[in-house]
Each structure stands twice: as structure tokens, then as C-alpha cells.
């Protein structure tokens, strides 16, 4: 099964993600973010540029994240769920040719909405591991992370006031064509509630048994 998870920063696709990699066996997360801090972590050429470039709290530009993506998903050999690409209806439409190119497709696109005001109470409070990346919040008490173990958490230098204003209005800009791009292939999933809630919703979309 392949899969696109779609929603605003902060709506919880990274979390969500990890949680459908662990109940569908086999499915790859292929987080755009985690690609380009990869290449940054690398001092790759392509990651000198894309280190600038995320310093500034801007957006990647489309040739540079759809190389990485490209380079990355003819690799995938089982299923896949792509978070945070495609951003807009240029990258979606470049995606279609890549998965025409390695003969395979999208079956369901999941789109978490959630309220502006509780975007910015989470990014506020984003916190992300040093250590492998994870991302957590300050009101869930986290000290230890529960995926390496690691104590050392920093925060986000584009998760700021205006910064996340911006973030919300480029999403909101392009949101409306990726939806119509996808057509019946997209379902809403509200992402304002807790965790555990929003995850039973997107189990009830993919409807394969948990084995």
C-alpha cells in the first residue's frame, strides 16, 4: 500500500506516520523532512544549499526536493507513506511521473485538517530530539525520548510567531489543488483531537488487519 499523508505544520504527520509504519508491516516512511536533514547531516552539495535554505524558515526549492525524493523512493521495494511531499501541485504532478517511472501508485491520500489555534499552541511547544530527530511537544512531560533514549531536545528556529503564520498561509495557498489533484483518493481526517483518535481514524481509511 502506498499512501500520502497531507495536513499543515503541525497537524501531526510525522506522528502519525511512525504510528501506520508500525501497523502496516513493511510500509517505508519517506519523511521529505528527514531526507533533507539527511543531506545536511552529510554535507552533500545538494545539503549546503538546503541548510540555507531551512535556516531561513523558507521552503526547499521543488528541483532540489524532488531529486532527493526520486533518488530515494526507486529504492522503496514494499509500501510507502510519503510525509510532507507533495507541497504543492508542481511537486504532486512530479510525483506521478516518478511512481509511473518505477510502475506503481497512490492508493489513499490522507488529509489531517486541524484548527489554525492549535497549530500554533503545537509548534510552540515542538520539541525535537538531538538525537534521532523525533519530534515531541513540552505539554506531553517528555525527558528521556522513547525512541533512542536520548535527554538532549532543541527547538525548531523557524517555530515562530510569524514564521508559523507564513508556514499556514503557503499551506492553505496550495492545499485546495493538491485536494482536487487527488480527487477520491483524498479523505479529511480531524486532527484537532488526541492522538490515539486521530490514529483510529486513519486505521479505519487503510483498513487492513493489524497481523
Do not use: W
Not at 39 to 55: A, D, L, Q, S, Y
Not at 130 to 136: E, I, T
Not at 140 to 150: A, Q, Y
Amino acid at each position: 500500500m502506498n499512501l500520502l499523508i497531507l495536513g499543515a505544520p503541525g497537524s501531526g504527520k510525522g506522528t502519525q506516520a511512525r504510528m501506520l509504519a508500525g501497523y502496516l508491516d513493511g510500509l517505508q516512511v519517506v519523511s521529505m523532512g528527514d531526507l533533507l536533514r539527511s543531506e545536511v547531516r552529510e554535507h552533500t552539495e545538494i545539503g549546503k544549499e538546503v541548510e540555507n535554505v531551512m535556516r531561513s524558515g523558507l521552503l526547499v526549492d521543488d528541483a532540489l526536493v524532488c531529486e532527493i525524493l526520486f533518488r530515494k523512493l526507486r529504492k522503496v521495494r514494499r509500501g510507502f507513506l510519503l510525509d510532507g511531499f507533495p507541497r504543492n501541485l508542481r511537486q504532486a504532478e512530479f510525483l506521478t511521473v516518478i511512481l509511473q517511472l518505477i510502475d506503481c501508485g497512490i492508493d489513499a491520500v490522507i488529509k489531517l485538517e486541524v484548527d489554525a489555534e492549535v497549530i500554533e499552541y503545537r509548534l510552540r511547544g515542538r520539541l525535537i530530539c538531538k538525537g534521532c530527530g523525533k519530534v515531541s511537544n513540552v505539554s506531553f512531560g517528555t525527558t528521556v525520548c522513547d525512541e533512542c533514549g536520548c535527554r538532549d531536545y532543541i527547538s525548531r528556529n523557524d517555530d515562530v510567531t510569524e514564521t508559523i503564520k507564513h508556514r499556514i498561509l503557503e499551506y492553505e495557498s496550495v492545499i485546495g489543488e493538491l485536494e482536487k489533484y487527488y480527487g477520491k483518493l483524498v479523505t479529511r481526517v480531524d486532527s484537532n483531537r488526541s492522538v490515539d483518535e486521530v490514529f483510529q481514524a486513519i486505521r479505519d481509511i487503510v483498513d487492513v488487519p493489524n497481523n
